[in-house]
């Protein structure tokens, strides 16, 4: 079965730091890009990073940047998210989603989040 | 950044009726890059479509998606009781790649 599962998740007090991880399985972990995205308690869903295959292209959003670092070891299977200067808005639960590509031998159709892990909680108190 | 607003903010409707979901980008966007997700309380959320019209895979034939440049729609017919969840459309044409604000879907 194509699986992520997070992990890393707990209890940091502000200003403090925490790596997240996402283990893949059952699918080629160096073909796809991966994704980074978050959802608060009650709120809705945050798109955080993005890191492509060969960790050529990343993104992040601005509430990430400066704070976050998205990587991946491909030889691992694994990606990762390194979280510093860890603020109480930034408690949530955390998932890791493959992006995937839809095309055949005459369109290309279009990308999305095909595949998401059932993420890890942080939060973030003293 | 694209903002997506997404219309109504909740509904509430009946098994067997036709549930219409929008969603509005701030700026134009190739429709191959809109998607829309499905997320069940306490579940991780589950694409239904991409490239705004196709379903992804196993998803039931009551789902379908429309619309181009900054309108999209998400339409569930014969609404379900299993379709009770808040709905999401996402792009993935300019980072970062935002989300819409979700629409709740109540099954009376």
């Known amino acids: 079965d194509v699986q992520l599962v997070e992990s890393g998740g707990a ?23 991966l ?19 060969s960790s050529s292209s990343i993104y992040y959003t601005d509430s990430a940047k400066g704070r976050f670092t998205i990587s991946r070891d491909n030889a691992k299977n694994s990606l990762y ?7 109480d808005d930034d408690t949530a639960l955390y998932f890791c989603a493959r992006l995937q590509h839809y095309y055949d031998s005459d369109s290309y159709y279009g990308e999305a989040l ?13 | 950044e694209v ?18 979901l929008s969603c509005r980008a701030s700026e134009r966007i190739n429709s191959g890059y809109v998607a829309w997700f499905r997320q069940r309380p306490g579940q ?4 239904l479509m991409y490239g705004a019209s196709r379903r992804a895979t196993g998803v039931s034939d009551r789902f379908s998606g429309s ?11 014969r609404l379900e009781p299993e379709d009770a969840a808040v709905f999401y459309c996402q792009q993935y044409n ?9 629409t709740k879907v109540h099954i009376k």
Do not use: H
């Open chain 1, 81 to 87: 998210l390194q979280m510093n200067s860890l603020r």
């Open chain 1, 11 to 33: 209890l940091v007090q502000p200003g403090g730091s925490l790596r997240l991880a996402c283990a893949a399985s059952g699918f080629n972990f160096s073909d796809y890009g």
């Open chain 2, 44 to 47: 991780a959320p589950r694409l």
């Open chain 2, 67 to 77: 619309g181009s440049g900054t309108d999209f729609t998400l339409t569930i017919s």
């Open chain 1, 114 to 126: 095909d595949v998401w892990g059932q993420g890890t909680m942080i939060i973030v108190s003293s």
């Open chain 2, 94 to 102: 300019y980072s970062p790649f935002t989300f819409g604000p979700g």
């Open chain 2, 3 to 20: 903002v997506l607003t997404q219309s109504p903010g909740a509904l509430s409707l009946s098994p067997g009726q036709r549930a219409t």
């Open chain 1, 35 to 53: 994704n980074w995205v978050r959802q608060a308690p009650g709120k809705g869903l945050e798109w955080l990073s993005y890191i492509s295959s």
